[in-house]
């Protein structure tokens, strides 16, 4: 089916600016995947150092397959399988803790699955639950008056941000959500005094969520003051400002990163920033910070221009994951953010998170390329005349024009005065020729017009007309 042609010069440039945003993001995450875990795994086992590289480009092309997929049907598929998808995520995101199924790395559990097949099910459980606030608010038809209205939205996401938190113990994970869906409900509608009864209630749950485990307390303690234990709990925080600091402006030069060398911890995952930031310096950071700027921008963009609210909806959500994301990555790495364990949006190295995340950007270049499997489609025209109207008169019946027979198609006789140089004679010609040719050209008139009128009428036998 045909997309609405109104769409295509509207947000046209929008989908290539998009596309062409995230394949120069890709394209930086593979270069500075190798360049952070070359050094380290060299050092190690003696390899070649392009285990991870390889990871990587794997990855990201199963993710550029959905995102072809995506771009084309995931707005309509999406919208289809919202609340099973939702329900799913939150099975499978308490499922990590379970003996045999669940995998523990530093003492979190967001893994699925073992050995190199692996699957954190929390990166598909943000896309679902902002899908879900998505469908319910552009269904609503009503606005909203209290906290009543909003029940079943925020029983769902204050479920789903206990699992994440509670279970898996993936506190940045949580974040990104709140701060997606916070995005969502503001556009969606959400009345401004609502902000200080669910910022308390929040406040209240992040407390409980930190008390509950000592590792958040120490994160915390090292936040406040990494000195104080700085070769326990504030040993990467150092180490990542270190490598920027070492960078300065311009840095050393890419690939001659001295921290990635055994000495910063997650250097190709959650602290890729610091390798970028000692190799390029500020220059590479801020670079970084103009492409997830442009990313938001056109996301936004997308979603300020296209029409139906779930589809606007959906792009706000999309566009506030992966802005919330980068920034809280960006806020930790430079130590203004205590510990999180959130990666760098399609730069740090992580399957699950590449693929998903690229298959968020199929939704939102479907929304772009526009959805006709969710537009209603225009009434057709009727063939006849409209109801009620005069059929248009026969050729034959038409008025000619007020002057007689039409003038035959040549070029128009020279008319007005002749020139005021020319004699008297030669003005007497002008009007002589003038007349002549006006003449010649009304006999050509009625004799065309004779021999038309002849063959229509036919000629005349026994005093009867005779057809032709």
Not at 16 to 29: I, K, N, S
């Amino acid at each position: 089916m045909k997309r609405p042609a109104a769409s295509e010069p509207e947000l046209k440039r929008e989908y290539e600016r998009l596309l062409g945003l995230v394949l120069v993001l890709c394209v930086l995450g593979a270069i500075w995947v190798y360049s952070a875990s070359s050094s380290e795994q060299i050092l190690k086992d003696g390899s070649n150092g392009t285990s991870f590289l390889i990871r990587y480009v794997l990855f990201a092309a199963l993710g550029f397959a959905g995102l072809a997929f995506a771009s084309r049907y995931g707005v309509a598929v999406i919208k289809k399988i919202t609340t099973p998808m939702l329900a799913i995520s939150i099975v499978l995101c308490m499922a990590v803790v379970l003996p045999g199924i669940g995998k523990e790395v530093n003492g979190a559990y967001r893994w699925l699955g073992g050995g190199p097949l692996t699957f954190q099910p929390s990166e598909l459980a943000k896309f679902a639950m902002i899908a879900f606030l998505a469908l319910r608010l552009s269904s609503r038809r009503r606005p909203m008056r209290t906290l009543g209205d909003l029940r079943i939205e925020l029983l769902a996401l204050g479920l789903l941000i206990a699992v994440v938190a509670g279970v898996q113990r993936d506190l940045g994970t949580a974040i990104v959500i709140t701060g997606a869906a916070v995005c969502v409900l503001v556009v969606g509608g959400m009345p401004a005094r609502f902000f200080l009864p669910i910022g308390a209630a929040g406040g209240v749950a992040l407390l409980v969520l930190v008390a509950m485990h000592p590792y958040r307390i120490a994160r915390l303690t090292s936040f406040l003051s990494p000195g104080s234990d700085a070769s326990g709990t504030g040993y990467q925080s150092l180490q990542g400002q270190l490598a920027i600091g070492t960078g300065g402006f311009t840095g050393t030069g890419l690939g001659n990163s001295v921290q990635k060398a055994d000495w910063l911890p997650e250097a190709h995952t959650d602290f890729i920033l610091a390798v970028v930031g000692e190799e390029l310096g500020a220059i590479g950071i801020i670079m970084l910070l103009v492409l997830y700027a442009g990313v938001a921008y056109t996301g936004l963009r997308i979603a300020d221009r296209t029409k139906g609210s779930y589809q606007k909806l959906l792009a706000v959500g999309i566009t506030g994951v992966v802005l919330v994301q980068a920034m809280l990555n960006v806020w930790v790495v430079l130590g203004i953010f205590p510990l999180t364990g959130v990666p760098l949006p399609f730069i740090s190295y992580g399957g699950t998170s590449l693929i998903v995340l690229l298959g968020a950007v199929g939704i939102l270049l479907n929304i772009a390329r526009g959805t006709p499997y969710l537009e209603v489609a225009p009434e057709p025209e009727l063939d006849g005349p409209p109801r009620g109207r005069a059929p248009r008169p026969a050729r034959d019946a038409r008025p000619r024009p007020v002057g007689g027979a039409r003038r035959a198609p040549g070029p128009r006789p020279v008319r007005g005065p002749a020139p005021a140089f020319a004699s008297a004679a030669e003005r007497s010609d002008a009007r002589r020729a003038a007349r002549a040719s006006r003449s010649a050209g009304d006999a050509e008139d009625v004799r065309d017009r004779s021999r038309r009128d002849s063959g229509a009428r036919g000629a005349r036998v026994g005093g009867r007309r005779r057809a032709s």
